[in-house]
């Protein structure tokens, strides 16, 4: 059983840029959690998902992140005109259900010039 | 109020000792779960050890225990004859409202070293 991918594992981007990550779970975990972590920090709730749908987003979620999990499998997450603020690790966690233990991918690590 | 403190941002502790990790946190809600994870140089989040609140006995998994004190809202990680491959960042977090919410809430973590 493979654990939770994310790709890309680095991204370096120019303020303004727009970029996308994509993480896939582990197969058959419907909930899926996207994390931010700035240096020196535990992570912050993004926002989560079960299957397609998104519950809830936290008001770190600013009009610029956007994020999808089209078909319940894989999912994206987008930031529109990127700020030097979004610098950080972006981390995506899976689990079988609501009440079960979170396994997190390696991280995608964005740098904003 | 913080809801995750871990007072410990660094620690330095000889290989084959053991190692305790503080973790206090602040909720209201009697339905809630606590959950230890190791983060490495690499970034990865690993998932070490859980308790629930309603669980009577201290969590246990191989080598890591969770010294769980509910009246005082301490859930202390214990890592016995610590090794050198211990050496990584060590988060505490709480999901609250068992079923309600599932967002976890992370302290700032402790820098665990071990020593050769």
């Known amino acids: 059983d493979t654990g939770v991918s994310q790709d890309p594992r680095h991204k370096i981007t120019k303020r303004g840029q727009n970029v996308t990550f994509r993480c896939d779970p582990i197969?058959?975990?419907?909930?899926l959690y996207w994390y931010r972590q700035t240096l020196g920090q535990g992570p912050e709730f993004l926002t989560y998902?079960?299957?397609?749908?998104?519950?809830?987003k936290s008001r770190l979620l600013s009009d610029r992140f956007s994020a999808e999990r089209p078909k319940g499998s894989f999912s994206t997450l987008e930031i529109q005109r990127t700020e030097q603020g979004d610098s950080a690790m972006y981390l995506c966690?899976?689990?079988?259900?609501?009440?079960?233990?979170?396994?997190f991918g390696p991280g995608t690590r964005l740098t904003v010039l | 109020a913080q809801k995750i403190t871990q007072t410990q941002p660094g620690m330095f502790v000889q290989e084959k000792e053991a190692v305790t990790l503080d973790c206090t946190y602040d909720?209201?809600?009697?339905?809630?779960?606590l959950f230890w994870y190791k983060q490495p140089s690499s970034g990865e989040m690993i998932f070490l050890i859980y308790?629930?609140?309603?669980?009577?006995q201290n969590a246990t998994e191989g080598r890591y225990s969770l010294n769980f004190q509910k009246a005082r809202k301490s859930a202390n990680l214990v890592i016995s004859a610590s090794q050198l491959g211990d050496s990584a960042m060590y988060f505490c977090?709480?999901?609250?409202?068992?079923?309600?919410?599932?967002?976890?809430?992370f302290g700032t973590g402790t820098r665990l070293t071990i020593i050769p």
């Open positions: 966690a899976s689990s079988p259900g609501g009440t079960d233990t979170q396994y």
């Open positions: 197969s058959e975990h419907n909930r």
């Open positions: 998902f079960q299957n397609e749908a998104q519950l809830e």
């Open positions: 909720t209201s809600d009697p339905s809630y779960g």
């Open positions: 308790q629930g609140s309603y669980d009577q």
């Open positions: 977090a709480m999901r609250e409202g068992f079923g309600l919410y599932e967002k976890l809430t």
